[in-house]
């Protein structure tokens, strides 16, 4: 069974960071792409950062551009996302998703077979 587990949400001032953790269990996890999703009350969900297998190749959405970095440890089948200079807007819940499929980073949710929990982070102003 494919079971994503995040942690590290919370709620944090405008400028803080937060370490969003996802651990993977029951795939493989190795080749495939890792993703980060959010979504913020009556919003869709939408892609915040992916990362390949390997870790070489990731790719962000531009409002996180220079502010957010994705990470992954292939020794303990986790992925990261260490959120910086947090803003209100950030505010949503927060998913890490699998792709089981190696090559080029979706950002469709569609591309994504499997899907964490969600963690919420909250930034006040």
């Known amino acids: 069974q494919v079971q994503l587990v995040e942690s590290g949400g919370g709620l944090v001032q405008a400028g803080g960071s937060l370490r969003l953790s996802c651990a993977a269990s029951?795939?493989?996890?190795?080749?495939?792409?890792m993703g980060w999703f959010r979504q913020a009350p009556g919003k869709e969900r939408e892609f915040v950062a992916g990362i390949a297998s390997r870790g070489a190749r990731t790719t962000y959405v531009d409002s996180v551009k220079g502010r957010f970095t994705i990470s992954r440890d292939n020794a303990k089948n986790t992925v990261y996302l260490q959120m910086n200079s947090l803003k209100p807007e950030d505010t949503a819940v927060y998913y890490c998703?699998?792709?089981?499929?190696?090559?080029?980073?979706?950002?469709?949710?569609?591309?994504?077979?499997?899907w964490g929990q969600g963690t919420q982070v909250t930034v006040s102003s």
């Open positions: 998703a699998a792709d089981l499929h190696d090559g080029s980073i979706a950002i469709a949710t569609l591309a994504y077979e499997y």
């Open positions: 029951g795939i493989i996890f190795r080749p495939n792409v």
